[in-house]
């Protein structure tokens, strides 16, 4: 299995972002798909996941803002970031738990003026 994040940038406080998380290979059901985030020197931040039976879970910090969601066709996960804050800065990373635990390289999401 291979996880490849896009879609990650400099975008100014107020604006908003689509995260996309390509995968290949096959899951093992029942599996989590999440989006984590890090920043440096601290632990790495589950900010959302989608279970395979389509249950969604957010942090405290993005509920309201970030919305997970998958396509099952195109194998891909999402993560639509709006009203983003200079707090969300971070390296956000893909992540799929079956078996095994599966990450991505992770996007870097910059939130500045």
């Known amino acids: 299995v291979q996880l490849v994040e896009s879609g990650g940038g400099l975008v100014r406080p107020g604006g908003s972002l689509r995260l996309s998380c390509a995968a290949s290979?096959?899951?093992?059901?029942?599996?989590?798909m999440a989006w984590y985030r890090q920043l440096p020197g601290q632990q790495r931040e589950c900010v959302a996941y989608m279970t395979s039976g389509g249950r969604t879970a957010y942090a405290a910090s993005v509920k309201g803002r970030f919305t997970i969601s998958r396509d099952n066709a195109k194998n891909r996960l999402y993560l639509q970031m709006n009203n983003l804050e200079p707090e969300d800065t971070a390296v956000y990373y893909c992540?799929?738990?079956?078996?095994?635990?599966?990450w991505g390289q992770g996007t870097q999401v910059t939130v500045s003026s």
């Open positions: 290979g096959s899951f093992f059901s029942p599996y989590t």
């Open positions: 992540s799929v738990k079956d078996e095994n635990d599966y």
